[in-house]
Nanobody
């Protein structure tokens, strides 16, 4: 079992920055990747950024060059630095952890709201 708690969401003007954090606890040894997803009203949940256990990262095309994901293994935390925010970045952002023991499992945080005003 893995528990995830997000923090750092809020309201920001277009062009501003926010930093999201996700604190993980539980079966840390089983985590093979962590990431951030988002879901806007009426839309499906989409991957924003992901980092695996060796530090390789991937980003959605819509956030490349603006968002940076980082992982602090010593603090069991993953961050998402979001710069040059746009109104279309408005969504609930969810932290995700993917584990592998016998089978793959996905764990989710409760979500944090990010609202970007124009």
């Amino acid at each position: 079992q893995v528990q995830l708690v997000e923090s750092g969401g809020g309201l920001v003007q277009a062009g501003g920055s926010l930093r999201l954090s996700c604190l993980a606890s539980g079966s840390m040894f089983s985590i093979i990747a962590m990431g951030w997803y988002r879901q806007a009203p009426g839309n499906q949940r989409e991957m924003v950024a992901r980092v695996n256990s060796v530090g390789s990262t991937i980003y959605a095309d819509s956030v490349k060059g603006r968002f940076t994901i980082s992982r602090d293994n010593a603090k069991n935390t993953v961050h998402l630095q979001m710069n040059s925010l746009k109104p279309e970045d408005t969504a609930v952002y969810y932290c995700n952890a993917e584990t592998l023991e016998v089978i793959r499992k996905a764990y989710w945080g409760q979500g944090t709201q990010v609202t970007v005003s124009s």
